[in-house]
T-cell receptor, first 118, second 113 residues
Framework: GAVVSQHPSWVICKSGTSVKIECRSLDFQATTMFWYRQFPKQSLMLMATSNEGSKATYEQGVEKDKFLINHASLTLSTLTVTSAHPEDSSFYIC??????????????FGEGSWLTVV | LAKTTQPISMDSYEGQEVNITCSHNNIATNDYITWYQQFPSQGPRFIIQGYKTKVTNEVASLFIPADRKSSTLSLPRVSLSDTAVYYCLVGDPEYNQGGKLIFGQGTELSVKP
């Protein structure tokens, strides 16, 4: 089946630095990808919609200058957490929509990336 | 996007059938009902999707009454490995969402030996 891969699986960074998380669709093209954040024992919270070749669309309350999203190709979207702080520590998950079909299983999720800011 | 309501948690024992019900009173005509499973520290995994009546696949069944205001995910003979959080989502995966999924609280299923 279709696979979405995230890298790195986990990362530790110092407060004030920036960290980039990649989301790749391995065997299909995705014009649209989505980024979620999930805190322990909580549900997934949609952060933004990543559109290939155009600016990302951010959900209300998500700082676009802090969470930079780049979708430069049909198989890769990146999320950069800038000037990270301990409160940004979370589990970040991406999903990708496989275009051209209509069914629930056209939306595939990555394995997630744990970010710890110390 | 239709709001969903699920029980926060459920307990079961190995070998039992588990039914998780989701309420979605304001479901729209074009909306489908989709269930995802999530294990700790993993991304959600698609389980099943349906529009009306009953859908069955190799892992679960989905029952949707005629008014579509609720749905029930049925897991036959659960095992310890079915311990996870189950999310019910309602929306049109093709048209007005384009893949944008809004997750509710989910149901934390705990299967005991």
């Amino acid at each position: 089946g279709a696979v979405v891969s995230q890298h790195p699986s986990w990362v530790i960074c110092k407060s004030g630095t920036s960290v980039k998380i990649e989301c790749r669709s391995l065997d299909f093209q995705a014009t649209t990808m989505f980024w979620y954040r999930q805190f322990p024992k909580q549900s997934l919270m949609l952060m933004a919609t990543s559109n290939e070749g155009s600016k990302a669309t951010y959900e209300q309350g998500v700082e676009k200058d802090k969470f930079l999203i780049n979708h430069a190709s049909l198989t890769l979207s990146t999320l950069t957490v800038t000037s990270a702080h301990p409160e940004d520590s979370s589990f970040y998950i991406c999903s990708a929509r496989r275009t051209g079909t209509r069914s629930g299983n056209t939306i595939y999720f990555g394995e997630g990336s744990w970010l710890t800011v110390v | 996007l239709a709001k969903t309501t699920q029980p926060i948690s459920m307990d079961s024992y190995e070998g039992q059938e588990v039914n998780i019900t989701c309420s979605h009173n304001n479901i729209a005509t074009n909306d489908y009902i989709t269930w995802y499973q999530q294990f700790p520290s993993q991304g959600p995994r698609f389980i099943i999707q349906g529009y009306k009546t009953k859908v069955t696949n190799e892992v679960a069944s989905l029952f949707i009454p005629a008014d579509r205001k609720s749905s029930t995910l049925s897991l036959p003979r659960v095992s310890l490995s079915d311990t996870a959080v189950y999310y019910c989502l309602v929306g049109d995966p093709e048209y007005n969402q384009g893949g944008k999924l809004i997750f509710g609280q989910g149901t934390e299923l705990s299967v005991k030996p």
